[in-house]
C-alpha cells in the first residue's frame, strides 16, 4: 500500500516498481532490476479514439525504460502501419480525442513527477500527420483537463475539470483559447455528449446530494443550470440540507467544506 501511493520518480529512485498482472498494475511490488526492463506491454490500460470514417486510431502506446519504469507515448495506426506521433522521455501523453474531421487530435499532455516536482496536466491539439508541433489549447488555464469532447465544427471543445469541490464542464475556444465555464452549479459532470447541430451537450451529473442523474444543457451560455431529464429513477429527496462553506487560511490558501443542516 506504500509502494501504490509513490510517484513515478519516487518508485525508480527507490527501486520499487510494480509487478505486472494480466491485465492491469497488480498489487504486488518487487524491488527493480539494475538493467533495462523487456519491453512492457505496449497498450495494457490504453486510451484511444477512432476517427469518424474508421480509417485511423490514435492511441496511446507504452514504451520500457530501465529499472522497470515506462513512459506513455502517442501513435497513429492507420493503412496497416503504425507511426509514433509523440514521444518525449520528460512527458507523457493521455486520452486522445481526434476532431470530426479526422485532421486534429486533442491530447493531454503531463510532465513526469519527480521526488520534489508534482506532474502536471494540459490539452494540447495536433495535426494527426504530425505535420505541426503540439499547441496548447488554454495557455495559462490552471485546470488539469479530464472528458473532453469536440464540437461537431471543430470549433472548441468541451472539457470536465475538477475545479473548488466540484467538476463542472468548460468550453474551450481553439483560436482563441478563451475559457467558458458552462455549467454554473456544484455538480460532477461526465459522459459527456454534444448534439450533432452543436447547440446543446448532454452529460450524467452527479452531486454531494444528488444521485447520478441526466441533464441537458446549452453549449455556449456560461454558468448555467442544467436541465434535468428522465432518468430510470426518481429525483431522491434528502433529509436536511448542505450548505457550501469557504475560508481563507492565514497564508491566504483557499479553504473549502460542506455543511450537512437538518
Same mark, same amino acid.
Given at each position: ?16 516498481? =510494480? ?57 497513429? $495506426? ?7 506521433? $509523440? ?30 516536482? =508534482?506532474?502536471?496536466?494540459? $490539452?494540447?491539439?495536433? =495535426? ?16 488539469? =483537463? ?11 471543445? $468541451? ?104
Amino acid at each position: 500500500a506504500f509502494a501504490a501511493g509513490l510517484s513515478h520518480a519516487t518508485r525508480q529512485a527507490s527501486g520499487v516498481e =510494480p509487478t505486472y498482472g494480466t491485465s492491469t498494475r497488480s498489487s504486488t511490488w518487487r524491488s527493480a532490476p539494475s538493467s533495462p526492463a523487456p519491453p512492457c506491454r505496449a497498450m495494457s490500460t490504453a486510451s484511444y479514439d477512432v476517427s469518424a470514417d474508421g480509417r485511423v486510431v490514435v492511441t496511446t502506446w507504452r514504451v520500457a525504460e530501465a529499472a522497470g519504469s515506462w513512459r506513455s507515448t502517442l501513435v497513429v $495506426l492507420a493503412g496497416g502501419e503504425q507511426r509514433t506521433l $509523440l514521444d518525449d522521455p520528460d512527458l507523457e501523453y493521455g486520452a486522445p480525442r481526434i476532431s470530426p474531421d479526422g485532421r486534429l487530435v486533442a491530447v493531454t499532455r503531463s510532465t513526469r513527477s519527480t521526488p520534489t516536482e =508534482p506532474p502536471d496536466s494540459h $490539452l494540447v491539439v495536433l =495535426p494527426v500527420d504530425g505535420s505541426a508541433a503540439p499547441r496548447e489549447v488554454a495557455p495559462g488555464w490552471d485546470r488539469w =483537463p479530464l472528458e473532453r469532447r469536440w464540437t461537431p465544427d471543430g470549433s472548441a471543445l $468541451l472539457v470536465t475539470a475538477d475545479e473548488g469541490g466540484s467538476c463542472p464542464v468548460f468550453r474551450l475556444d481553439l483560436s482563441t483559447g478563451e475559457v467558458v465555464r458552462l455549467t454554473g452549479d456544484a455538480g460532477a459532470y461526465g459522459a459527456l455528449q454534444v448534439s450533432p447541430d452543436g447547440l446543446r451537450c448532454y452529460a450524467i451529473r452527479s452531486a454531494l446530494d444528488a444521485a447520478p442523474a441526466p441533464v441537458r444543457f446549452d453549449a455556449r451560455t456560461p454558468d448555467q443550470q442544467p436541465e434535468l431529464l428522465l432518468g430510470p429513477v426518481d429525483e431522491l429527496a434528502l433529509p436536511g440540507t448542505l450548505e457550501e462553506v469557504t475560508a481563507t487560511a492565514a497564508d491566504g490558501t483557499h479553504l473549502h467544506s460542506w455543511l450537512a443542516l437538518p
